[in-house]
C-alpha cells in the first residue's frame, strides 16, 4: 500500500493543474501577446515601415491579415463568412491598437522594447500558447457540422493555426512583394508542422482514439511547444525537433527502396526543409548561380 | 411669426424630393448607364478588342467581373454564393446585351456615340447615382445577420460599392494583363476612397448615431459624388477633393512629430496617391530607372 | 402495322439499355479511372516526381486538388464549404492511394503499366463517363437551391465538369510553376468546351425545354464524348469536333461584318484554338521572338 496516496495525491494536483490550465482565458494577455509577435512580424518585413506612412489603409489590413489570418482560412475552408472576425469589435480594436503604437510611436518605443530578449521570449511564449487555443477551437467548432469528417476537423483545426502564413504569403504576392520561391506553401516552416500535428492529436483525441483527457493533452501540447519554442529562439537553431521523426516516418512510408539503385529519384531521403539533401542543395545552388547571371 | 410658414414650407419640399429620389428604381436606366460605363472601361484596356474577336467567352466573362464584380466580392465576404448574380436573369442578359453591342456593332457606333462628350458625362452622373443605391444595399443585407458588427456592415458596403475594381484588378493578374506594381490596392483610387466614405457614414446613419433620415444623406451623398465625378472629369484633373481631410486625418492620427527629426520615415506626409510627397516620387523615380537598366 | 411490334421493341431495348446505364454506379471503378488519369496527369508535369520526393505532402495536396477540383470549384461558386470532398473519407483515401502507388511504387509499375495503349486508352473512357455523373450531380446539387436559375445550374454543372482545369491552374500559379501565358483560361480547352456544352444540354432538359429523357441523354452525351475521346487519342490529333460548330456559332453571332473591310479587328473570323487564324499565330510568334530576344 505503500505510494498509493501520494500517487493519487499526484494525480489529484495534475488534474488539477491541467483543468485549471485549460480554462485560462486568452482575452486580454495571451491574445496582445498574439498580435504583438504578428504585428512585430509585419514591422520587420522589408518596406513595411515606408508602406505605413504612405498607405496606413494597406498597412492596417496587412496587420488585420496577420493578427486574424487564421480565423479567415478557417472560415474560409468552412463555407462562411470571412468577415466573421470583424465581429468581435473588442478583438479588433485590441489588434488595431497595437498595430499603431507599432508603428507610428514615437522614437519607436516599442519596438525598442520588443528588441530586449525577456521581452520578446515572453511574447513568443505566450503566442505558442494561443495556437493551442486554435486548434482546440477550430476542431469543436468545425465539429457541430462535420461529426465524422475527420480529415475535415485537421483541416480547419490546422487552418485556423497555422492558415495566418498562408493568407499572408497570398496577400503578400497579391500585392507584389512576395515570390513563389521563398513559398512557406512549399517549403513548411516549423509552426506548419507543429499546428498539422497538434491537429492530428486533438482530432484523434477527439474522436476517442487517443486515451487522454483534452485538459491533459493541451497542458502536454502547450508545454512542448512552448519549450521548442523558446529553446529554438535561445539557440538560434533553424533545426526542428521533429526532424527525426519526419525521417523515421519518410523512410516507413516512401523509404522501402531507398538502397535500390535502379529507382533514381529515390536516393535522396525523405526530408523538406528540416534536413537538406545532397539534390535539393544542388538545386538551390544551381538556381543561386542563375540568379546571379541574370543581375 | 416671419418665415416660418416658408421655411415649414421648404422643409416639406426638401422632405418630398428627398424621399421621391430615394425611391427610384435603378432597374433599367440606370442599370445600363452603370454597365455602359463598365464595359467601356473593359473596351478600354490594352488587347481587350482582340480578345473579344478571338476568344468571345473570356471578354463576355470579363464584362460580366466588371458589371457585377462589387456583387460579387461582398457575397464571397458574406460567405454567400459567387454566383448569385446570375440568378436575375434579367439584369445579366441586359448587360450580356450591352457587352455585345460595345463589341461587336458595326462600325464601332455605341463606341463612338460614347466619345460624345454629353454623353459621356450622363453616363458617368448615373453610374455615381448606383453607387449610394449599392451602399444602401450592402449595408441593409449585411444587417440582417451582423446586426452590431458595424465593422462588417463598412466592409461590405464599401466591397458592393468598390468591390468591381479589386474582383477584376484579381481577374486580370490571374489572366496575365496586370502587374502588381500599378495595384489598386495600394494606391486607392478615388471611387475606391469616396466608396469607404459613404459605406461609413451608412453605417452611421444605420447604427443612429448620424442624426439624418436615410433618404436626405442618400439625397447629399449622391449629389456629392455626382458633382464632384461631373468636376473631375470637365476640368480632367486628377486631384481628389478628399484631399484636404486625408493630410487633415493624417496629421491628427499619424502626425504629431512630423516635425521631430529623430523619426526618420515620419518626414513624409501621410498622403496615398492623391499628393505625391517627395520620398515616394524618389522611390517611384529609382524603381524607373532600375527597370531602364534592367531592359 | 408492320414493324410496328419490332419498332415497339427496339423502343423497349434503348429505353431498358439508356436506364441501366445511368444507374451505373460510379463508386468503385470509374472514381478509380477518374483518379488514375488525375494523378498520371499531375506525374508527368515537369518535377511532379522531385516534388513528390522532397515534400510528398504538398505532392499529396496538388494530387487531390488534381482529383477533387470540380467538386472544391463548384462548392465554392455555391458558397459551400470547400473541404467537404474531405467528408467523403473512403474517396479521399481511394485517391489517396492511387497517388501513393504511383508516385512512390518501386520500378514505376503503374506508370510503366499506364503506358501501355489498352490501359490508357480504358482509362481515359471511364473518366470521361465520370464528367457526365458529374454535370448530372452538379445541375441536380445547384437545382435544390436556384430552381429557376437556369445560368447559376449551368455554371455549377460546368465548373464541376471542367472545374479541376481552373483550381490546378491556380494551385500552380501560386506556387510559382506555372506562367499566365499558358492558361487554359484564355485558351479554352476541349475538355472545358465539351463540359459547358454539356451543362448547357442538361440544363435545358432539367428545365424541360429538350424534348428528352434524362437517362437517354446521359447515354447519347456519354457516348460522343467517349468516342471524341478515345478518336482523338488514337489518331493524336488537336483538331476538335466541336470547331465547325464554333465557326458556325461564331459567324452567326459575331460574323455578319466578316468582309467589311472598315471595321478592322473583324477581319480574323471567331475561333479560340481550335483553328488558329493568321492574325493570332503571327501575335503568338512575335511572342516567341521577343523572348528568345531576352533570353
Known amino acids: 500500500m505503500r505510494g498509493g496516496p501520494s500517487a493519487f495525491a499526484m494525480e489529484y494536483v495534475w488534474e488539477e493543474v491541467t483543468l485549471t490550465f485549460s480554462r485560462v482565458p486568452m482575452f486580454p494577455f495571451f491574445d496582445i501577446a498574439h498580435y504583438l509577435v504578428s504585428v512585430m512580424t509585419l514591422r520587420q518585413q522589408l518596406g513595411a515601415v515606408a508602406v505605413a506612412w504612405q498607405n496606413p489603409l494597406v498597412s492596417w489590413f496587412s496587420a488585420m491579415m496577420h493578427c486574424f489570418g487564421g480565423g479567415i482560412l478557417s472560415a474560409i475552408l468552412l463555407g462562411e463568412a470571412p468577415v466573421k472576425f470583424l465581429e468581435n469589435n473588442t478583438n479588433v480594436l485590441l489588434a488595431s491598437s497595437i498595430w499603431y503604437i507599432v508603428f507610428y510611436c514615437p522614437y519607436d518605443i516599442v519596438s525598442e522594447c520588443y528588441r530586449f530578449p525577456p521581452v520578446k521570449l515572453l511574447a513568443a511564449g505566450m503566442k505558442e500558447v494561443t495556437r493551442t487555443w486554435k486548434i482546440v477551437g477550430g476542431i469543436t467548432h468545425a465539429s457541430s457540422n462535420y ?11 490546422w487552418a485556423r493555426a497555422a ?9 503578400q504576392f497579391l500585392r507584389g512583394t512576395w515570390k513563389p520561391e521563398t513559398s512557406k506553401l512549399l517549403k513548411m516552416s516549423y509552426p506548419v508542422k507543429i ?3 497538434g491537429a492530428v492529436l486533438f482530432t484523434l483525441q477527439h474522436s476517442g482514439t487517443l486515451p487522454m483527457e483534452k485538459h491533459s493533452l493541451m497542458f502536454c501540447y502547450t508545454f512542448f511547444i512552448v519549450v521548442t519554442k523558446i529553446a529554438m529562439m535561445l539557440t538560434e537553431s533553424e533545426s526542428s525537433p521533429l526532424t527525426p521523426f519526419e525521417i523515421m516516418l519518410g523512410r516507413m ?7 535500390d539503385p535502379s529507382s533514381g529519384p529515390c536516393k535522396s531521403s525523405f526530408n523538406g526543409t528540416g534536413t537538406r539533401s545532397k539534390p535539393y542543395s544542388i538545386h538551390v545552388e544551381a538556381k543561386r548561380r542563375h540568379t546571379k547571371k541574370t543581375e
Chains 1, 2, 3 share one sequence.
Not at 147 to 157: E, H, P, R, S, Y
Not at 253 to 259: A, D, R, S, T
Request: charged share 5%; aromatic share 14%; no cysteine.
Open 147 to 157: 461529426t465524422d469528417a475527420w480529415m475535415v476537423l485537421v483541416a480547419v483545426g
Open 163 to 171: 492558415g495566418g502564413n498562408v493568407i499572408v504569403s497570398l496577400e
Open 195 to 197: 499546428s498539422l500535428v
Open 253 to 259: 512510408l516512401f523509404g522501402f527502396w531507398q538502397n
